[in-house]
């Protein structure tokens, strides 16, 4: 009998270490500097993804977005991620993330004058502003292959970045034309969209 209490103990005590080491192995497998690049959005923007993982749950990074079509500029973001151990799964691993961000843009603003015939005519100006960002997101990042060398990341969040250009200020000009749907492109469309969806891929080093 005392044999066989000695062959449980020891089973459930290896199974306990076995157990430690496989979280272990989990943990320090997202360790890492990871550089990544955002193919989704190649069509309005061009945006890089930094980011060093040095503990077992906590990530810090940057990214910065080169934008050229709606709203030419570029804005630089800083983030922290909290990785969640929770799926069990090696090669994925989900997070919560927090940015905040500071950017450069140029909009194309229409005005309205009535000359001195009586006729309305549009001008249009680009006015350069600054914008702020913050936000929240859910993610998760997976390996792509045995090494784990090769990345894949996914978050979708939201993100609070407030439509704040400067108009042009000239007395001849009687309105401004437009503004909400320069508002509207910008929250939906552009750098400030509401909603965050973000798919990269890039190399552990």
């Known amino acids: 009998m005392r044999h066989l209490k000695s062959i449980i103990v020891l089973a459930v005590l290896s199974l306990n270490i076995e157990s430690i080491a496989l979280a272990q192995e989990l943990i320090s497998g997202i360790k890492g500097n990871y550089i990544q690049l955002n193919p989704t959005g190649w069509f309005v923007k061009s945006k890089v993804h930094v980011e060093w993982v040095r503990s077992s749950n906590f990530g810090l990074g940057f990214n910065v977005s080169l934008h050229y079509r709606i709203f030419e500029g570029i804005r630089a973001e800083g983030f922290v991620r909290r990785y969640i151990q929770a799926s069990g799964s090696r090669s994925s691993v989900p997070y919560v993330q927090l940015k905040g961000g500071y950017g450069r843009f140029i909009s194309e603003l229409n005005y309205e004058v009535t000359g001195l015939n009586g006729l309305q005519e549009n001008f249009v100006f680009d006015a350069p502003f600054k914008s702020i960002n913050l936000g929240?997101?859910?993610?998760?990042?997976?390996?792509?292959?045995?090494?784990?060398?090769?990345?894949?990341?996914?978050?979708?969040?939201?993100?609070?970045?407030?439509?704040?250009?400067?108009?042009?200020?000239?007395?001849?000009?009687?309105?401004?034309?437009?503004?909400?749907?320069?508002?509207?492109?910008?929250?939906?469309?552009?750098?400030?969209?509401?909603?965050?969806?973000?798919?990269?891929?890039?190399?552990?080093?």
Do not use: C
Not at 145 to 170: C, E, H
């Open 136 to 205: 929240l997101a859910l993610g998760i990042k997976f390996f792509l292959d045995s090494k784990q060398r090769w990345v894949g990341d996914f978050n979708l969040g939201m993100q609070y970045s407030p439509w704040r250009p400067n108009p042009v200020k000239q007395a001849e000009f009687e309105r401004r034309v437009g503004p909400v749907t320069d508002g509207l492109v910008w929250h939906t469309l552009g750098p400030g969209a509401i909603l965050q969806p973000s798919l990269s891929f890039g190399y552990r080093f």
